[in-house]
C-alpha cells in the first residue's frame, strides 16, 4: 500500500433527504475451534462473500477477531469487485477465530471509501463491528433524534445510524459491556423496519433480523472436510464453525449446509458454543411477515434457499403459471439470459413447446467506464447479446423475462431478434408490472421511469415492437411462492413495488 | 497516467526453447467515409475487443490513425480486461479512420506490457502496426535466422518475428514503399504456420490467414445505424465501415454483418473503397485446409459463424451424435453451464428426458488473487457453482460437458451432486478424449497433466467417482462439424490435440 | 478513481492506550468577494499545503464550500504529499469561496484512509469540517466521557474527541445553529492543550488556539495580483482573501502578507467580511503561555515568523550563543545540512573561523520503502551525505547540528568524515540535550531511544567517535529566542523535551 | 502487480526529425565474489541510482544476471524516481552477480514504458542489456541505414540504435559470442558522440565512452564493510565488487571508493577478475577532448570527481573568479539555492562582504501536476523560495546564481526580494551567457527561449529587474575549471553551449 494512490472523495449527500438506499450481502463465522493450518478464517469469508457479489459489486469490507477480551480487530476494505478490494496480503492479515463481512452496492453514486462496510467503532462496552443490509424507513427521524443527542455524523448512511443507536444506550449499571440484547432490542424498537444485521463483539456474532423479515438472513455450518467431500458421513455435531450469510447458495462451495433462517425479529447470539436465540422482538399486531418477493424474482441466486424452496423452483413454477395465464402458439420458447431461464423452460414444458436459446451473453460486457459514441448508444443494449440466428431465423418466438424496468433492454432484444430474422416475437414476463418505489432496500427507479406506469399494459407490445406483451397476475406469482412452502399460515410477502401496498409506512420526518 | 505507477517485469523466456504460444482475438476497422460526431473509430474498436474478450483477457492495444500519408499512429496498451485496460480519455485520444486493436491471453504466465499488441514499428515502408494469433511452428528457425542477420530481439514472442520478417526484406528498387503485397507473401513464405494477422499501414489494413487456414478471421461491414435499428432496409451500397475480426459475434452488436471469411492463404487489402483479394499463398500440394476443431468444441464463442455455420449448432449436433453413439436411462439430462448448454439439451431432447439444470454457475469467480487455504483446495472448483438441489435430489442424471482437461473439475463437480443427493452421475462428452498438446496457438496442458493420458478410458468413471463415463467419437465430431457445411470439399480441419495427426510438423532447430 | 485500487487498511490502534500523536498542518482561506477565473480557491490551500508539507507527508486533505445556506462541502482526501494526494481534477472539483486544508504525519504508523482530515460532520448545527494540529493531554479522560455519553467512535484519532466534543452541545434554545462561540468555548474548557484548529461551518472559518498557545498558528491576508507583483503599492484595505496557517511561510509564496497570530486561548472567527476576536479562553492562573520550543530549533521552516521574529535568526543567534559557551579551535566550521546552516554560519562568524561546507546532502533520498541489506545497514545514514573531500582533507572541523535524537546519524557522518580524511571532528548542538517524551503533538522517540539519556554527556565524544562533543545551554537557548522578541513579558516557551518541566500534566485516566 | 493498472501510452515521434536528447544516470556492478547474505546486487544499483536521481527523475530500470552461461537476464523498470519505480519486492527478485541500471529524464515529454532503459535483446551473440547517456549527432543518418538493412525499430529513441548498430554486426566466424572488442569498436565508429554506455553481456559489463570524452563515466570498487566503517585499513587488493558509474557521488554512500575515470575512446572489459582496458578508438585527428563544462557549471552533484577535481572546488573558484571581474559595493552576498552556493560563499570571501541567506527553498515543490490558476502563474517561481527577510531587509545584496537561461525565475526572485525590502539587487552569474543548443544530451531550450539571446548584456538588469546584472567571462570559467586539473594538456571541453563552437557536427540527414 505504501505507494498505491488512496484517495476518498465525497462529494454528496449530507444534505440529502433521506438516507442512502443499499443493496448488500452480509457473511459472517465463528469458529467453533482454534483452526489448525488448514482452514483460515479470512478465505472463508472471503469465499462468502464472492458468493454473495451479485447483491453489491461497489465496495467489500472484512471484520476479524481472535475473540480474546483483548484481541483488536483486524479491517480490511476496498472498491470493488471483492477479487479487487483484498489482495492476498490482506486475506493472510486477517487472523482469527471469528469474523464478518460485507458487499455492498450504493444505488445513488455514493460509493465512498468512507461507507464501506462494515463499520467499526468503540463503544463503552467495547470494539464492535456492523454489518447492514436494508433501507431504514424512519432514518430521518432517528438521524435528528441522534444529532438532538449531539452525535456528529460522519457517513450519510443509515448503517451509521444503527451502529450509533447501539452505542447510544449506556448502562453504567451493567458492568463488563452488559446487556448487548437489551441494548439491540432497544435498537429494534427504534428502527422499525428494514434490516438484516450482522454484530461482531468480542467473542460473539449477533443475527438479526428486523420483525417483518424483509431483508433475508440464515445460519449454517461448516462440514469437517472429510465430510464436505463425501469421505465421510455426517455425524450430529459435525460442526467446524458456524456461519450466518444472506444466502444459503454461499455454504456449498465451502463445504457447508445451512440450519435455519433467522426468524423476522429474532436476536440471536451466536459463539463457539453454538447459536442461541435471545429474543424476538414482536411486530405491531395483526401484521404479517413481509418478506421481499423481489427477492425470489430476481434478486437471490437461483440455488438459494428462502423459506424451505430453491429459489430457482419459484422462477420455475412463475413460469408454469405463465403458460397457464397467458399460451401463445409460437415455434420455440426462449428467454433473456439469465436469471429467467428456468421461467422460460418451465413454460415451453408447460405447453409443449421446444425450447431454444436465442441470445448469446457476453459475459466480459458487464461495468464498463467508456461513455459509448453516439451511434453505440442508440444500439443500446445489443452489445451485451449476441443473437443465435440459425435457432430462430424465420420462426415465431415466446421471449421469457423475469421483469422489465425501464423497457429499453427489452426493446432493443426484439430489434435485434427482428432484424436478424425472427418472424414474431412475444413477450411474457414472469411477474407482475414493476410499478411502485421500493424504500425498504432494493434499488428500483423512480415511478417516472418505470415503463409501467407510462405505457398501459395494452400498448406495451407496439412499444416494445412486439407482436404480444403479457404480464404474470399478482395472484399467480403469489401462488408460485406459496406452493413451495410448508407451513403457509408462517409466511407473508411483501409485494409493494408491484401492488403499492407497503407493509410499513416511509416517515419522512 | 502522470503519477499511475508505471511498471514493467520481463523474467523469462529469453531462452525458452520457443516463442509464447497465445491465444488472441483482433480487431480491425477501416471507415468508408470521415465519420461526424455520432460515430467513433475507437469505440468500435473497443467494442470489437470486449466481444472478443474470452479469446484473451490478459492484455489489450488498440493503434489507430488518419490515414493521411505524414499521420502519425496512435496508440494506447494496458494489461487485464479491455474494461481494464483502456480509460475514457484513452478511448478519447484514439482518434481516425482505420485502426486495429489486439486482446492477447500469454499461457505462460509473460504477460509483459512489452509484449503487449499490437506492435508499432518503424520501417523503412513506413509506419507499420501489427497484430497476431497463433503460434508459429518454426519461430526457433526463423529467429535464428533474423539474429544471424543482425537484428536485435527484445521480446519474446511469435509476433516480433513476423514484425521483423516483414521489414527486414527491403525493396529499395520500388519507391514509396512500394510492394507490400510481396513483402507479406514473402514473410507468409518464411512462416508456414499459423497465424492470422492485421497489418495497418498508412491507408490501410492487411487481414492475413496462414494457407491452413488454422486461425479464424472474418470481414464484415457496418450497416448505417437506421438500417442497424430495423428502420429503414438494407441497401446493396450501404457501408459505413469495414470489419475485419477474429470471430463475426462482435458485427451484431455494433450494427454491422458478416460479408465472408478471409480464405486460406489470402492477403486481404482492406481500404476506405473497399476489400480487395491480392494474393493466396498456396499450401504444399496434397494438403488440406486445417481450421482448428477446437474453435467448433470450445474456444469461440456459440453465437459465431465459421465455415457458413453457427457454432452453437455445432455444438447441438455434437449432443444429438453424442445420444446416438452414448445413449443412457437416467432421470435428467443436464450440463455444466456454460459452453456444453447447447450440446446438452440436444441430448436431452434425442434421448426424450427431461433437461433440468443441475449447477448454478457463480460468475464472479472467475480469476481471483488469491491463494485458498488447504480446506478451499480440497474443495476447490465447487466454489464456482452452486447447486440446485431440488431438481435432482434422488434422481439419476446424464451430465453433459464439451471436454475434459485434467479431470479436477468434473471431478469436483461429480462429488458435489452426489454428496447433495444425486443416485446416479453418469458423465458424457460432446468431444473425443484429448490426449496431444498443441503448437498452433491454442493453450493446452503437456501431455503429462492431460487424465486422458493418465486413466484409460475404461477406468474414467471410477478415477472421477461417477457411474459412467463416454466420449464422442472423433467421426461423430468430424460429422457434427460437416454436417453444417455446404462445400464439403473445400473445408478441413486440424483435429491434432484428440487425433495426434499434426497439419504440420513442430521445427525444434 | 473509478477503476483505482482504494483499500483502506485499520490494524489498530481502538484499544491504545491514548489517542495518536500527530504533526499536522492546517491552512484555510476565506474569499472577501467571487473570484472571477483568475483566482481558484482550492490552488491557494494546495500551495498552502505544500508550503507545510514539512509539517506531516502521510496524507492530504481539503474541504471546500460555497458559503451559501444549503451548500454542500466538497472533500478531496489523499495519501503521501500533497502533489500526490491530488490530481488536477479534484483540484477543479474543489470550487468554492472558503475552505480549510491539512497535510498530517501520523507517528505511529496508523495513516489510515479513515484517518484523514479534515474531518467533516453533520452536527445538530449543520456541517462541520473540523482540521487539527496537536495532541490532547486528557485524551483518555474525554474519550471515557464521550463513550458514556452513548457516541461510538470510529477513528483512533483525537481529533474526533474534538469533533464529538463540538457536536455534543445542543442548545435548541438557539435557533439557526447559533452560538459557536459558547460551543468551541466549551470544547476548549475540556480539551486543555495541545491543539490548534481550524472549523468550517456554513460560511466561515473559526481560528482557535489552546491557551497555552503550544501549537503555531497565524493569519494573514492575500493581496491583489498587482500589488503582489510590485506594481502597486498597497492599500490598506487590498484584501483578496484571508488566510490561517499553522506558518506565516506559506505566504509570500501566493502574494500575501502576515496579519497577526492567533492568542493563545483565542477564538477567532473568519467571514468575508474580516477577521473577528469573539473571545479568549483565559489559562489557569500564573501559568504563562508555553509556546513549544522545539517549533525554533528544528521543526519549522527557516523563513516563518513566529512572535515577531524569523526562525532562521533564532537559529543564527543559538549560532552565536553557541560560540560564546563552547568555542573550539580549528581550521574550519561546517553543518549538517540543511536546518542547521544558519546556526553553523553564525558560529563560524563569531569565531571568525572559516565556514566551509563538508556534507552534500542527496535531496532524493528521503523516504525509501526498500529495506537495505546488511551491508547498507551499517552504513546507514552515510547514503543521505556526500562528502565534500577537498574541503576538509587534513583539516580540523566544527560540526554544528542542530540537535541529537538516537545519534545514529552524528556516528555515521563522524565516521565518514574521520575516513575521508578530517583530521579532527569537533560536535556543537545547538539545543540542549533531548530527554524527555512530548505528549503536546511533537513526534519524539521514547525516553529508551533518546541517546542522551543513554550516555552521559562526557561519554558522548568517545560514544560518537568525534574529539568533542558539546550542547548548548537551556539558558543559552532561551536568551537566544527571547531576544528578537519585542513583548519579553507575553511570551513563555514550553521546553519539556529538554528540561522535563510539562506546562500540563497528562492525564492517564 | 497483477492487479495493477499498467498503461502504455506512444502518442510521439516516430516520425521526428531525429532521436530524442535525454540527460540521463548509469550505475554497473560486478561483484569478484558470491555474496553471501549482507550484500545484495539489486541494493547497491538501487541506492547507486538514487545517487544518480539528479540525472534523471522519468524512469528507472535495473537488469541483473548470475553471469553463468545460460542465466537468463532479470529486468524491473518503472515509472518516477527511484524510490517509485522500484517495489521491496522487485529488489528481491533482481538477484545475481552484475547488473545495470539506468535512470532517464526524456526532454521530450516523450516518457513511455517503452522507452526505459536497459534495453534488452536478444542477439546473436547472446543477450546484451544496454544503458546509454547521450545523444547521437548522426542519429538520422544511422536511422536510415539501419531500416535499409531491414530492422524494423520500435523505440524513437537513440539507445535503440546503439543496440541495433551492436547486434548488426554479424561474425559467424567467431564461436561463442566472439569479438565483442570489434562489435563495440564498429559501432564506435559509426556513431561519434556523444555517448557513455554499459552493457551487459553473459557474466561482463563493458564500460565506454565516445572519443571526445563528452559524457563523464568513472569506475570505483566496492571496499569490504570494516574498511569502509573504519575498523580496519585498506589493503591493496580489497575489493568486493567493480562499480561504474556516471558520476563518483555514488561510491561514498556504498563504502566504495573512486579508482579511475574511463578514457575518452576507452573500451573497458568489467569482470569479477578485474578491469581491463580493451581499446581506445581515436579522435579524429588534431581534435581534442570535449567534455561538457555544463557538467561543472550546473549538471553534476557537488561531491562528484571529474578530472581529478571536486566540482564543488570548480564552482568555488568560479565565484572566486566572479568577484575578481565584477566587484559590487553591498552590504550582503547570497544565492540562490542551491546549486548556486558555493561559487556564492567564495564571491562573498574574496570581496570580504558578509555572505547571508535571503531565500529558503521549499524542497516540496518539485514537479507538480496540477495547473495553477492565473493568479499563481502571475507569481509565478516565488512559490519554490521563501524570503528570510530579515536578512536582507533595507539592504544592498549581491546574489549570485550558476545560470541564466529562460530569466523567468530570476525575474520573479529579484521582484520577490524588492517587494520584501531589499534595497539593492546586484545579480552575478558564475557562468557566461547561454546562448546556443546542445545536441549532444543536455536538455537546453531552443535559441529563441534563451534570455542572452533576446536581450543584450547591457539591458538586462532592466528586464530582470535588478540593479546591475555581470557574468563571469568564457576565459574566467575556463581558468576556474583547468585551475584545479593536473595533467593540462590532456583535458579540453565542450563549450557550445557558451561558445557557439561545437566538436562535432550534427549531421541532419
Redesign the interface.
Known sequence: ????????????G??GETGMREECGLFGVVSTRNWK????LS??I??GL??L??RG?ESAGIVTTNGGP?D?????????????????E??T?LKGNLGIGHVRYSTQGISD??N?QP??????HG??AVAHNGELVNAKHL?KKL????????SSSDSELI??L?????D?EEPNGGNWVARIRHMMQETVASYSLLILNHDRVWAVRDSYGNRPLCIGKLLP?DV???NRPLKPDDCEAWLVASES?TF????AVPVREVLPGEIVEITRNGIYSRCIVPRPEAQTQAFCIFEYIYFA???TMFEG??V??VRRRCGHQLAKEWPVDVDLVSTVPESA??AA?EYA?ALNI????VL?K???????????????R??GV??KF??????FNGKRIALIDDSIVRGNTMAAIV??L???GAKEVHVRIASPPLKYPCYMGINIPTSEELIANLVPVEQMAEEL?ADSVKYLSLEGLEKAVRDGIKDQQETGHCTACLSGQYPVKKLDW
Not at 483488536?72 to 492476498?88: E, H, Y
Not at 444529532?147 to 460522519?154: D, I, M
Not at 449476441?386 to 435457432?391: E, I, K, T, W
Open positions: 500500500m505504501a505507494k498505491a494512490l488512496l484517495r476518498s472523495r465525497e462529494d454528496t449530507f444534505r493450518t488448514d482452514t483460515n478465505h472463508l472471503h469465499l464472492v458468493g457479489q451479485h459489486q483483548n483488536d480487530f483486524i479491517t480490511r476494505k476496498g472498491m470493488g469487485l471483492v477479487n479487487q478490494a483484498f489482495s492476498d490482506d486475506i492479515c471509501a468512507i464501506i463499520f467499526v467503532v468503540e463503544s463503552l470494539l464492535i438521524k444529532l438532538q443527542h449531539g452525535v456528529g455524523l460522519s451502529v450509533q447501539l452505542t447510544h444506550t449506556p453504567d472436510t464436505a467431500t463425501g447458495c456449498p462451495a465451502m463445504g441466486r437461483p440455488d424452496q430453491m430457482s423452483s431461464t428456468p423452460m414444458c421446444p425450447y431454444l436459446e448469446c457476453n459475459r466480459y460486457v458487464g461495468r464498463t467506464f467508456i461513455q459509448p459514441c453516439a451511434r453505440l442508440k444500439l445489443a452489445k449476441g443473437p443465435l440466428v440459425d435457432n430489434t435485434l427482428k432484424t436478424c415492437g
